[in-house]
């Protein structure tokens, strides 16, 4: 019997593991007319992704398989996401409903608590965001919206813009962050919806990147659009919860933006607007505490401590800022808000003078941050710590918690020190 012809590629080296046999010979690919080709004959993939184009075409001329392929991944990721936001801040209202498991497909692994939620969501934000949009693109609007409002709470804690809130010398420019992105696709799904609730909701999350970026007259524009038609709900009390909300971010937004009317150094404009945001969230109060939200109505007694220390009335911001910090202490699953009062009323303390009774509230606003991975608050609290220590003849001290929050903002893209991160949800659930 003839001896077998050896191909010349296993002389050159014996079989690996991993490797593929195609007719007895040991092989890196299993594409027969590019396995021998140097790196520089491939084809491009460009060329490669057209094929594939083309011959998906040929395989599915109607795109049923596709869109019935994609359907099922945006309600996988609505599902997950939903499920984060859960772990991460408690139930809320929400303006879509939790869908259920997909039949035969198991849910992620997100851990078992609130940290691990949010490691998850930063961990696949770019999906995420993305899936905002492939959403919308795909006419699936409600799975848009859905997608929207529950990467909330990860904005909240992980902000990425590229610029964010004014700088020394007026707002820094950059390219949009993925968040005005996904919220402002969520607005266009929500108006192609028709769905009163939605359209109120997500331009009430798309302002607040806006106005976070210096772009006030916008956020200013989509908060009146939200209050135009927050006027069109019921007397439900889902209607009326969001009505409320609807105001507090109108509130939020003079707040934000008497905050960069005083780095400018306009006291008199400032303090307009500091009255402006202080009647808005008075009335917001007002309203949750007509049906019965005690976390809406503490929300806003947290949002009318901020803007008393945004006017420099430090006594009365460390009053509000504990009376919050009671009200939140009351309510379950709310104990990152109540590590945020911690580090307002911390801030009001040491501006009075009161160095003793601030430090235990840094200590626990940090250990806060630090566990929910928050590179944004941890730099802010480590910042405030630092003022801390200068204040009580700790200069090593001061010098490493500053060390540490410029750490923070160079690997995370140089967050500033604007406002607080904390915007509670957009419906004071």
Not at 61 to 85: I, K, M, N, V
Not at 91 to 107: C, N
Not at 149 to 171: I, K, M, Q, V, Y
Not at 187 to 213: C, F, I, K, N, Y
Request: charged share 30%; proline share 7%; with cysteine.
């Amino acid at each position: 019997m003839p001896r077998p012809v050896r191909d010349p590629a296993d002389r050159r080296r014996p079989a690996r593991p991993g490797d593929v046999r195609h007719r007895g010979r040991p092989r890196r690919t299993p594409h027969r007319r590019t396995a021998r080709l140097p790196l520089r004959r491939l084809p491009p993939a460009p060329l490669v992704r057209a094929h594939a184009r083309r011959t998906g075409r040929t395989a599915d001329p109607a795109g049923t398989e596709r869109d019935a392929a994609r359907a099922r991944l945006l309600h996988w990721l609505r599902r997950q996401t939903a499920r984060a936001d859960l772990l991460a801040a408690g139930p809320r209202a929400t303006v879509q409903d939790e869908l259920p498991p997909l039949p035969g497909v198991p849910d992620a692994d997100l851990g078992t608590g609130r940290t691990d939620a949010l490691r998850w969501m930063e961990a696949n934000r770019h999906a995420l965001y993305g899936a905002v949009g492939l959403a919308h693109d795909s006419g699936r609007d409600e799975d848009a919206v859905a997608l929207a409002e529950s990467l909330w709470t990860h904005f909240l804690d992980h902000p990425r813009h590229a610029g964010g809130a004014d700088g020394p010398d007026g707002p820094v420019e950059g390219h949009r962050s993925d968040a005005v992105d996904a919220f402002r696709t969520a607005v266009a799904a929500a108006d192609r919806t028709g769905h009163l609730p939605s359209r109120v909701r997500t331009r009430s999350m798309l302002a607040r990147p806006l106005w976070e970026q210096g772009c006030f007259e916008e956020a200013a524009a989509a908060l009146d659009r939200a209050a135009a038609l927050a006027d069109l709900l019921d007397d439900s009390h889902p209607h009326r919860r969001l009505a409320g909300s609807a105001i507090d971010f109108r509130g939020q937004l003079a707040l934000a933006r008497g905050e960069s009317a005083l780095r400018q150094g306009d006291r008199a404009a400032a303090l307009a607007d500091f009255a402006a945001a202080r009647t808005d969230f008075t009335t917001a109060r007002g309203i949750q505490l007509g049906i019965g939200n005690a976390y809406g109505a503490a929300l806003q007694t947290y949002q009318l401590a901020k803007t008393a220390a945004a006017a420099d009335d430090q006594p009365a911001a460390a009053a509000l800022f504990a009376e919050a910090r009671t009200e939140f202490a009351a309510l379950p699953g709310r104990a990152r808000l109540v590590a945020r009062t911690a580090f307002g009323l911390a801030r009001a303390l040491r501006r009075l003078g009161r160095h003793q009774e601030a430090e235990p509230l840094l200590v626990e606003a940090l250990a806060d941050a630090v566990a929910r991975g928050s590179s944004h608050d941890e730099a802010r609290i480590s910042t405030e710590y630092a003022e801390l220590a200068d204040r009580t003849g700790r200069p090593e001290a001061a010098a490493r918690y500053r060390a540490r929050a410029a750490a923070l903002r160079a690997e995370h893209g140089g967050e500033p020190d604007g406002g607080d991160p904390t915007g509670g949800d957009p419906t004071g659930a």
